[in-house]
């Protein structure tokens, strides 16, 4: 076990003995804040050295170093009252026009809150943190492993599944879209951060020069609205050599569609939206009449088209749901279709996104400016031996080398086939379409199942009545 390893574990041990922390999530945003503050330091420290003049946005008083540094510094009552009197309220009201690292503490400190209660258990989690460097580049690198295990813990913090995507399916993602540097990059809700952070990885050999550096730096953004989240995701990229993350607070949904406008454009879109959502009352009425709903991957699906550039990139994760779905569904799909080639499709097995949700997923990869004529499908199956993924055993990188290997160089296969645009639209635009080469489902459509499950309530609510009435019956 690493150093660092030991550090985190030592610093849960801690948060768990304070009455004020309720659960993993609480603990997770107390410890990640913190972090950032030590992070935010130890970045400080580097760019005094590299950046010409460099002057900071927090008050001499509340920098880490000057309150927390100290392994006998403030403690107790004091150091609470330090926190909750002075340091949280001038964070969060600092003037962001200072300077883009007053932006970035601004947004960290906005929706986020102190929930420790016990200055000393808070002075002993300080002194964990004040062992970690993280200028050390072994260090660092060490935490980023460490950091993902945090992430992976957030399954247990209610409904933090939203916003985690497995590493594995992240990479393969990049991978296939390849980002080069000078392309803008976006993840509408980043969560914390797996896209924008796999495909920094992915371009890290791309960037020879100084000048590359600061290209890449500016075209990665990700938005995200849930304090949570954004936290992690602001530290995750400042983790990863990002000065300035770009990752705002917001919510895309809520702009009217019809003002975006070129400006806005971008060249690459990955994301896994949440599915199964639904947005605030009223949400829906930015966008057209023909795509209202309520179901936040439908929408952000219908955003995505209108904000990438002709021979702009797209790789999302999507529900089974959406790709049978009617009415509003139809429309979409239609306009997907029509507006963007849908080269691939492809069918991920139950339980990839095991604890947080049983149900089915795909990767779309599409590319906006010529309608689609045919659509590739690849049935992603599970290793020799595997019969559902886990927790402990989730979905691993080297399983995506099939498609990897048959991406280019494409055939029907016993996993791959291809679907042409007339028999899709003979289809009503249904894209749940089934692997030809396997045998049959002995499943029906979802349609089908559907109008069963209706038939059968509708005949139990009959029964129901007719007890009810033959108690009353009895009763009289």
Not at 11 to 18: F, L
Not at 129 to 145: A, K, V, Y
Not at 264 to 284: A, Y
């Amino acid at each position: 076990m690493s150093n660092i390893t030991t550090n985190i574990k030592g610093i849960r041990d801690i948060m768990r003995k304070d009455t004020g922390v309720d659960g993993d999530a609480q603990r997770i945003s107390q410890m990640v804040w913190m972090l950032f503050m030590k992070i935010f330091a130890d970045k400080e420290e580097e760019w005094e050295i590299t950046i010409d003049n460099y002057e900071s946005p927090i008050p001499e008083k509340l920098k880490w170093q000057n309150w927390a540094a100290n392994d006998e510094g403030l403690t107790g009552d004091k150091l609470m009252e330090f926190i909750e009197i002075e340091l949280f309220p001038t964070l969060k009201d600092l003037d962001i026009t200072i300077s883009p690292q007053a932006h970035i503490i601004r947004s960290v400190f906005d929706d986020t809150y102190n929930y420790m209660k016990n200055g000393t258990l808070f002075r002993q989690v300080i002194n964990v943190i004040n062992q970690i460097d993280f200028n050390s580049t072994t260090e660092r690198h060490l935490f980023n492993d460490i950091y993902e295990t945090i992430l992976k813990e957030l399954q247990s913090a209610g409904s933090s599944g939203e916003y985690y995507t497995p590493r594995a399916v992240t990479q393969f993602m990049v991978d296939m879209i390849n980002p080069q540097l000078g392309e803008s990059i976006l993840d509408p809700a980043c969560g914390t951060g797996g896209f924008l952070t796999c495909t920094i990885d992915h371009m890290r050999e791309q960037v020879k020069t100084p000048k590359d550096r600061d290209v890449l730096q500016t075209s990665i953004r990700g938005i995200e609205k849930k304090p949570l989240p954004h936290l992690l995701c602001t530290t995750n990229l400042m983790l990863h050599g990002f000065d300035l993350p770009a990752v705002r607070r917001d919510n895309l949904l809520s702009k009217p569609y019809a003002d975006w406008g070129a400006k806005d454009k971008l060249d690459i879109i990955l994301t896994n939206p949440p599915f199964g959502g639904v947005e605030e009352d009223g949400t829906e009425t930015n966008f057209p009449q023909k795509f209202r709903t309520k179901e936040t991957a439908d929408l952000f699906l219908a955003l995505i088209i209108k904000l990438l550039k002709t021979n702009g990139r797209c790789a999302i994760v999507l529900p089974d749901g959406t790709l049978f779905g009617e009415g509003m569904k139809t429309r979409l799909k239609e306009e997907l279709l029509e507006r963007c080639n849908l080269h691939t499709i492809v069918r991920l097995p139950n339980g990839v996104f095991n604890p947080y949700t049983g149900i089915k997923t795909n990767l779309l990869f599409f590319e906006k400016g010529t309608p689609t004529k045919e659509v590739w499908y690849f049935e992603h199956q599970y290793p020799e031996g595997v019969v559902s993924y886990n927790k402990t055993k989730p979905i691993n990188i080297k399983e995506f080398d099939v498609e990897k290997e048959w991406w280019n160089n494409r055939e029907e296969n016993t996993q791959a086939w291809k679907v042409s645009i007339e028999e899709i639209k003979k289809r009503g635009y249904n894209l749940d379409i089934k692997n030809p080469h396997q045998e049959a489902d002995s499943l029906a459509s979802p349609e089908v199942l559907l109008e069963k499950f209706r038939a059968t309530e509708k005949k139990i609510s009959s029964i129901q009545a007719e007890i009810v009435n033959v108690l009353t019956e009895a009763l009289k």
